[in-house]
């Protein structure tokens, strides 16, 4: 290279490319470095112009500063073209330097002259075009202006006898004013249409107009539009990263729209194209018949197919799919095939920016070595000095595009994958769904999909690090031979200790997670019992069964912090003892230690280390992403919904039948699960291995009403299900007319979205202003929602949480008839409803709205059986009769007499129902505010935060962790000055001279110091190997070794500190929690989100225990590290304060502004990030109601349209980090080319110490590592903090109930159950009407009591008051003379007795759902379970043992009422309170249940919310309430025969 200058320039070989000559600067250096390198740039830069596209807009806008700027341009060319003419008639040495030099100028005027016109031509012509092109055009005029220096001193180009010279100053000068009216051009005013915004204000690119660039509601689309060099530097990110530092990031609206290649919608249609090319391609691989049948069958994945149907459709049976003749198309591929040629060639960046990496090094040795010697020409340290900025900036852009590139990537196969299981959970049959859990479900699309898109960033690291592992240990052996194979036979041992430990750790990690799930999965089921568990003092017994679950996952999890502690210890111990092994194997060879190698090695050692270490966890990372590719691909492998297939095409004879089975034959068991046990979330559903529908026969006429009616488990949602398609038909043939416009569902459990009533209702279907009313009329919504504080407006909380069970119904039964569909099926709409509202939703919706429509009714109200058309009993899964109402009725009836008195009193508004309207009449306006929308806390996360964390940890614990950092940072530091202060000491006693070394050998202050290691062979010339006396080298070597395994001793305790630490912070902060929690209010669990305390049990507390800790340790690390290189930098290079001073400054602002923004967007991340989980939940929970109303493509775009949010601040929150380091790349530049600047300076004043520059140089060259290392970490720290911060709000900040008492009483108290109310008056809120309005009632011991009133009375809210669940307002409660106010709440409870009308069961086993402290003999349990008709059901099951699964799925609605029944039955409490949990029970075995009761607890008082008449027309007395107050107070007899007396109209059912 250095020949080839000198030939070029005509120069000196030994200073090729001199920077001055003559006084003024060479022209070798002018023409090369500031003529053709501008030029170069130029062309490139304009060439990234050339593809805009053209814009018809604006077209009649011209501007004369595009045409004079274009007339520049070619006169540019042509002047260059005429100085190249001349050239060779001057004959000047220079000639060919010349030539290069005009070549590339006319190259670059020519491009930028393109590029002018197609800028001229896109919709760039309103504005002024991209600042960046001016600045780049201006850039050759410090050549010029030097050329025309020079020429002006040669009196040569002022003499006219040489023409040829004074046109060479001709053509400059004209040059020079081309550039100067070029500005003055681009200077020309362009006023901008006002429709025109720009998100590249920093570089003046403007925002092209259209589509492209804009969202449809006018947002700004992030980096499209943007030039080169804003999308280099995130210029266009600038606008929002001023936003977030203004704290304005406050709505995911705030945030710029993805790029249009990255969009949710794009990425999705493009994954399944790809995946219908693979499916084909796979087709056309299989043998021709088999093929020939994939094609005519196969369906395309935008029909809702991810594989094909079944070949057998004449039997109506699915293949299973392992099929041969199935093209089954693996995820892999897909993805493959979608990002691979993209992702694959981004590894070219990968490996140049590795490389270039490596040149550091080298050039820094290159430096040293100028400095060591005394005779190199100066030149060699500026070529050093600008090739390290060269190589830093550069290998600085590689990685930042790298990075940034892949993390475009693993988005786009983050929303490919998402919205895949998305839309396969729609498509996928019900029966194969029923084999996972909803938990399961949610992880495909959370847990697995990050790990496989995290694999797209550890990819790359599979082939580089052994490629870098193998460079180091090539350059190893030609320092050190075969001696080399000492050091690394133990690193090879190390490798299988550090794989057994990173397989220990990941399966502690799985064990630890498995324990974790069943915690949360516990946690959850407690919150969703939380009523339950208060009202029986169940506390103690489920803090204990979550504390052994605690217990258990974090004996793992400390298992997994000593084993990092290990890995920690090993990692710094390693690289002192692979190179005290490799030296004494050297040694023992009978090579002579030199410093030269001494240093090499440890260098290389070093080098060694990262692959060594990383590889394992880099290795264990794949094996995740597989194991979550493979669970993912078994899910989307699944059997789909084939609706084609299951129901029959073949019309029957008669055109007005509707629906006809033909000897059907159903099962909940999926084709392909064997004989394996299924539960379903189904009323009805079956039991373990049981329940099948056999042998059905039904034809349904158009228009009819059809009511099913049977005992409580027969199976009448079950022949809706399949009527509906969720199950799976093993035999028979069912005919649906009009099936594909769906059917008009109402579920036995209603599935209420969260959002407005009417929203819910309307369904997304266009709101009709008179049919909505029609329907909310039909439905009696009317009442209700003048009682919403916002009407139909008012937002309802998950589940319907803030709706009494008969509201949900109703809202259900609106939702399906607005639908308007042909064929409605209504699954036992009447339970959750009084007499006077089911009388009203039949007259006016069933037989009114609906009356020209298809019906079938499953229900217990046999009072209205006689309205129908044709009555199907059922039992045992089959249809047993089939006939008219006269002719089923009489099977039926328990009393067959007047049935009004069988029908139900007022509204199920139990202890759930009146707080869905007594307490959240005001709680509606909380859920339509905090209920809606978490709160995001913003600005920087407190201090008492950091507090609560020390605090936690244990105030000496966390000092000691911070003192043993600061001596460990200490040791390393010394043992760096040590090996310093060597090499000075060799230096001094060498007896080579330094000047006698060649320019290229490779000075050992290099080897020492840089961090990336040595690159290329060193031999050091001309060493006296007697210098190294062996006292010399003992002393040296001991006292360096003595450091450095302090060091690796200090390291050690602190990692072992530090995991303590972390485990005892984990232990003190889920402890505080769980406490609060399980003490919060009633009211605290109404108005708070189940998933959102459900978040601090998991995400919240993951953080906690376990990234925090690693977070924070390795910020903690950062922190003392540049403290540590910035007193060692300064103390070697003082003058280097010069350059870090400013760069301090400028670090602090870049910081702060990212760290404010990385922020709100972290947070905006997680926000929306919930939404997408909490609307998959939901969707799973409705599947059949989506899918049976054929709602299933807009609730697709709904998860799109989350995605798309979540995905928006994902890559803004990626973008930034990005924007951070690329400027944190660039300030280790500068710190870089300023020491090596100053280096230079000083060594000209011969004065430095060339030993403290190689010091400085090598810790300057890990300081953007360090910097950027230091924000991403203390962002990071942030981020978790929020956790605990969230964790803290619940653990100090939520309402808890009183818990002490100051009266303490015997315990046999209560002896009688004498109960008075004395003025009680209970408000939820203020500003509220009062719930209880001076309630004063005495009830004596023993009496039966049934409590009536309509909806909002305050009946559930005397229950709430009687628990405390409550606390009274003004007056009091007393039982036997006790005022209930004075005691403990555990005490009061326990003393009491409740049926909750909410059947809620535990996971587990029968027997632990009936007596779950354990108090109980099985003999009893069986025996009360007789009393309340599950025995056989129990013992169908498996007995006592059976499981009862997810909240008790395994047991219909019914079933579930009659075991809370049985639990009350237990009990010995001398009051009882029965909120009537028998609406779903069928009217005989509810008879035989009322004759349990009364003889059960026939010395007890009882309290009962009734429902039905028949069940409290024979108690002592009767409570009538209305607005609170006790209106009516004696028995049904006397109340009776009052006839203006509230009791009278509702057994007549007159109530106004």
Known sequence: MADFLADLCHTDRLDPLPLWKDGTVSPCFNQLLLNALPHSVLALSSACYLSIPRSRLFLDFQSCGWSCRVAMAVLMVLLFIADLAVLPLLHQPSLYLDVLADGIAIVAWVVHCGALVVLRRSAYRVSRGPFTLLVLA????????????????????????????????????????????????????????????SINDSDGAPLIPGDSYRGPDGQIVGEDGSSWVSRLFYFWLNPLMTVGRRGDLERPSDIYLLPRKLRTKAVREHFERCWERCRQERAEQLEAPHRGRAQDSGRSVQNGTWSLPDQDRGHGKEESQDSPQEPQVRLLRVLHTAFGLRFYLLGVLKLAGNMLGFAGPLLLNSLVGFMESGQAPMSQGVWCALGLFASTFLSAILRNIFTFEVSKVSLSARAAVISAIYR??????????????????????????????????????????????????????????????????????????????????????????????SRVKLMTEILFGMRVIKFYTWEKHFTEKIAGCRKQELSHLKTIKYLDAVCVYTWAALPVVISILTFITYVLLGHELTAAKVFTALALVGMLIMPLNNFPWVLNGTIEAKVSLDRIQRFLRLSDQDLNTYYSMVAPDDPLTTLQMKQCTFSWLSPDSGDAPVQTDTGDGPQEGSLQLRSLNLTVKKGALIAVVGKVGCGKSSLLAAITGELNRCGGAVYVQGRERGFGLAAQEPWIQHATVRENILFNKEHSGRLYQAVIEACALTDDLNILPFGDQTEV???????????????????AVYMEKDIYLLDDPLAAVDADVASHLMEKCILGIL????????????????????????????????????????????????????????????????????????????????????????????????RAYWLAVGGCLAFSILFSLLLMQASKNISDWWLSHWISQLKSTDNVSLSDLSPVDVSPHLLLFSPGGLMSPVTLLGTDPKANSSFDLKYYLT???????????????RAFLFAYGAICAATVIHNRLLDRVLKATVTFFDTTPLGRIVNRFSSDLYSVDDTLPFILNILLANVFGLLGMLVVMSYGLPWILVVLLPLAVVYYIIQRYYRHTSRELKRLYSLTLSPIYTHFSETLTGLGTIRSSCAAPRFEEENESRLERNQRCLFASNAAMQWLDIRLQLIGVAVVTGIAVIAVIQHQARSIDPGLVGLSLSYALSVTNLLSGLIFSFTQTETQMVSVERTEEYSSDIP??????SLEVPPAWPERGQIEFQEAVLLYRPGLPNALDGVSVVIRPGEKVGIVGRTGSGKSTMFLALFRMMELSGGHIVIDGVNTGLLGLAQLRSKLAVIPQDPFLFSGTVSENLDPCGRHSDRLLLNVLEQCHLGEAVARMGGLAAEVGERGKSFSLGQRQLLCLARALLTQAKILCIDEATASVDQKTDKLLQQTIREKFRDQTVLTIAHRINTIMDSDKVLVMHAGKAVEFDTPAVLCQREESFFYKLVHGRAD
């Open 138 to 197: 201006v850039l050759p005029a410090a050549a010029l202006i030097i050329t025309l220096v020079s020429y002006c001193r040669d009196s040569s180009y002022l003499d006219l006898g040489q023409p040829l010279r004074v046109l060479r100053l001709a053509v400059v000068s004209a040059q020079l004013l081309l550039l100067l009216l070029y500005v003055v051009a681009f200077a020309v005013p362009c006023p901008r249409e006002g429709g025109i915004m």
């Open 424 to 517: 396969k959970a729609l498509r996928v049959s019900g029966t194969t769904l029923a084999r996972f859990t909803l938990g399961e479900v949610v992880n495909f699309m959370s847990t697995d999909t990050d790990r496989l898109v995290n694999f797209f960033v550890s990819f790359h690291e599979v082939w580089s690090l052994p490629f870098q592992f193998a460079i180091t240990l090539y350059l190893l052996y030609l320092q050190v031979g075969v001696a080399f194979l000492g050091g690394l036979a133990l690193a090879l041992l190390l490798v299988p200790l550090n794989k057994v430990i990173a397989t220990r750790i990941m399966e502690n990690n799985k064990h630890l997670l498995k324990h974790k799930d």
């Open 797 to 815: 909380g998950e589940n319907g949480v803030t709706l009494s069970g008969g509201q949900k119904a109703r809202v259900a039964l609106a939702r």
């Open 851 to 946: 009356k020209h429509k298809t019906r079938i009714l499953c229900t217990h109200r046999i009072e209205f059986l006689d309205k129908a058309d044709v009555v199907v009993l059922m039992d045992d899964g089959k249809i047993v009769r089939t006939g008219t109402p006269a002719e089923i009725l009489p099977l039926v009836e328990a009393v067959p007499k007047t049935r009004k008195n069988n029908s139900n009193i007022k509204e199920k508004d139990s202890v759930e129902g009146e707080q869905g309207v007594e307490q959240p009449a005001d709680q509606v306006c909380v859920a339509d505010s905090l209920v809606a929308e978490e709160l995001k806390q913003s600005g920087v996360v407190a201090l008492r935060v950091y």
């Open 1039 to 1053: 006292v360096y070794g003595s450091i450095a395994a302090a060091n690796s001793l200090l390291t050690a305790v």
């Open 1296 to 1301: 808890i109930e009183p818990q002490a008492g």
